[in-house]
């Protein structure tokens, strides 16, 4: 319970402690609110048009979803197939750098000229961001399993399946989340870039372009804060699953210390 109470408490006082800086920075140098207002300005401002955001903030969050599931799964894929076939991770690994290579933005443009101006090109440069990350923390968790184990499973006449989901699938659990959870950070931001260019209507993106064109600086503001929290939202998410999933990651450590306990206590 303490170590929920502190998971929970550090990130609100951290979040607390930039609005106090925030704060402080506008009163104490001055700042003109239509260059930067303050915290509470920038929240009502959502709060009162909340009407207007929230069908918004809907179409961005169903953009990051299936983009970002579409990417993870891609990821994982190649990722395996890379690491089986050394031919494979060769040709295609060049490729994968170079595809970052690309800015976003750049990329955009083609990619609704060809697909149109629907979800669809938001979706893929979405996905496209979310790929690299889980295919190289694949590719790397399985090269890193350990040999050991697996030539034990050879030995006692392990199938290849039953090796892959008993041994290196649970091996790569921790490389996988964490390119997962880098993912989930950028999904949001090729969101709003996908909506700048591929949006013909309404999007979270235009509102806030359109707030910034007609010097409404507290909702520029308020909907930065709306973009950050569903960020954070889909970061947060994605670690609960990996706690979910992983659970023998902490339960190795409470019996080690309850083993450790009577030890030191002799």
């Known amino acids: 319970m303490k170590k929920t109470l502190r998971s929970v408490l550090i990130p609100l006082i951290s979040i607390g402690i930039v609005g106090l800086i925030w704060q402080l920075v506008i009163v104490g140098f001055h700042v003109q609110p239509y260059v930067a207002p303050k915290p509470w300005d920038a929240v009502m401002a959502v709060i009162q048009n909340w009407g207007l955001l929230w069908p918004l903030v809907l ?25 089986k076939l050394e031919l494979i991770r060769r040709l295609v690994y060049p490729l994968l750098v170079l595809s970052q290579a ?39 968790g399985l090269t890193h399993v350990d040999q050991d184990l ?3 499973a050879r030995v006692y006449g392990a199938s290849s399946w039953r090796t892959f989901t008993q041994i290196e699938l649970p091996g790569i659990s921790t490389p996988l989340f964490s390119g997962l959870k880098i993912g989930a950070t950028y999904a949001v931001g090729g969101a709003i870039i996908a909506e700048l260019v591929g949006s013909t209507g309404s999007s979270l993106a235009f509102y806030q372009e359109h707030a910034s064109a007609n010097l409404q600086t507290p909702a520029v503001y308020g909907t930065t804060l709306v973009m950050t929290v569903i960020g954070i939202g889909w970061f947060l998410l994605v670690a609960g699953v990996e706690m979910l999933l992983t ?20």
């Open 59 to 83: 179409g961005t969050i169903r953009e990051t979803v299936y983009g970002f599931f579409f990417g993870a799964i891609l990821g994982v894929v190649l990722g395996v197939v890379m690491s």
């Open 247 to 266: 659970p023998w990651q902490r339960r190795n450590v409470a019996r080690r210390r309850r083993v450790a306990r009577p030890a030191a206590d002799q």
């Open 150 to 152: 697996l030539n034990l």
């Open 102 to 140: 690309v800015p976003i933005i750049a990329l955009a443009s083609p990619l609704v000229l060809i697909l149109g101006f629907s979800v669809t090109p938001k979706i893929v440069i979405v996905a496209w961001i979310v790929f690299f990350p889980v295919t190289v923390n694949v590719v790397d």
